[in-house]
């Protein structure tokens, strides 16, 4: 297939651009199959991954009691990153995200905050070994081999009419969650990630800061001359 005609094109960039953290527009209360779990999976493991090794697992958590669980060590870290979230100084980039877009952000994290247990299922992306104390190099190359199949795994499922959201604040309590799945010592958590359908038939490119000012060309802060300036 080529996926480089327009029409392909308009379809894997919509794809892209419309893939959001979903939080309020989840849907807890219908269930989700576990063979479409399964086959978003499939889809993430063709990810790349450093020398080809393939070193993830996804925890896929779907018992009331465990979600729970999860959920409440997310909510003991929550309400930590809340508190320092209000007393943050204003962000001084000239295209920051909006006041009221940041409000609508923070009140969208406590919605699933109160609400992550509900969630039908929550997945644990994770990766063999640990490099707390190692080298930069070796931690880039370590979650390198991670966050691509998680964010393939996002894109499967949006592609399904399922939403999810990147959350990693029930790593201060790893070792926790850890004890609650069974989850060996030498494997490092990355993420979890709530899963369900979402309401709504679609998703709108999100407000950003303009991409030509975050690219940089052969230099810090060099940008490349567009004709006409």
């Not at 490092?188 to 359908?197: R, S």
Request: aromatic fraction near 8%; hydrophobic fraction near 40%.
């Amino acid at each position: 297939m080529n996926l480089s005609t327009p029409e392909h094109i308009a379809i894997v960039d919509h794809l892209l651009t419309t893939t959001r953290s979903v939080r309020k527009r989840l849907d807890f209360r219908r269930p989700v199959e576990p063979a479409v779990i399964e086959r978003c999976i499939e889809i993430a493991t063709q990810a790349p991954s450093g020398s080809n090794r393939q070193p993830w697992h996804f925890v896929v958590v779907t018992g009331a009691e465990k979600r729970q669980g999860l959920a409440e060590l997310y909510r003991r870290a929550f309400d930590t990153y809340l508190r320092g979230r209000e007393q943050a100084p204003p962000d001084p980039r000239q295209h920051a995200p909006s006041a009221s877009t940041q409000r609508k952000v923070t009140s969208s994290a406590v919605y699933l905050a109160k609400h992550l247990h509900e969630a039908p299922v929550h997945i644990i992306p994770c990766i063999e070994g640990r490099v707390e104390t190692g080298p930069p190099f070796a931690q880039a190359s370590h979650y390198g081999s991670i966050l691509p199949a998680a964010w393939s795994l996002m894109l499967a499922l949006r592609a399904r009419g399922l939403g999810s959201a990147w959350t990693t604040l029930h790593l201060p309590y790893e070792k926790e969650a850890a004890q609650l799945l069974g989850i060996p010592d030498h494997i490092t958590q990355a993420a979890l990630l709530p899963v369900a359908y979402f309401t709504g038939d679609d998703f709108r490119p999100a407000e950003r800061i303009p991409a030509h000012e975050v690219t940089h060309w052969d230099g810090w802060n060099v940008r490349r001359a567009v004709s006409g300036e």
